[in-house]
């Protein structure tokens, strides 16, 4: 197995845990709501790494943030909502369909063709969002 996915199992596997009936008491008491403030601070701090060109501390930071969507991962899975893999699916549909000149084949000629691409396909997909949401 790749050392990433052995990581990330891991990393999985220590957050059941650390939410688990003997796990840790703050860890168990934690809602998504009680860790926006968390989400804010570390991405602050990860902000703040990379101005100041600390790839250190931003490996470090970076972490800190992907802590986050484990932490919201398990939390949601818990509540029988989704789970870890539910997100990495949504995540991988968006990224193949929001490029459809490298997935499929619409052709771009330069950097804005891209930005103006990915503008009308994600202001089709939030349409359809709200299309969706009110029926």
Same mark, same amino acid.
């Given at each position: 197995m790749k050392r990433y996915l052995k990581e990330? #199992? *891991?990393l999985v596997g220590i957050m059941a845990k650390l939410r688990a009936k003997n796990g840790c008491k703050w860890d168990k008491e934690q809602t998504h709501k009680s860790l926006i403030k968390y989400l804010f601070e570390e991405s602050s701090e990860l *902000?703040? $790494?990379? $101005?100041k060109k600390d790839f250190k501390n931003m490996e470090e930071e970076l972490g800190d943030v992907l802590l986050q969507v484990i932490f919201h991962a398990q939390i949601a899975q #818990?509540? *029988?909502n989704f789970d870890i $893999?539910?997100?990495i699916s949504t995540l991988n549909k968006k990224l193949i369909?929001?490029?459809p000149h490298i997935f499929g084949n619409y052709k771009v000629k330069t950097v804005k063709d891209i930005e103006v691409m990915w503008a009308n396909i994600k202001a089709k997909e939030k349409k359809q969002l709200r299309i969706t949401s009110d029926e």
């Open positions: 990330f #199992e *891991k *902000k703040t $790494a990379i $101005a #818990e509540n *029988k $893999a539910d997100i369909r929001r490029h």
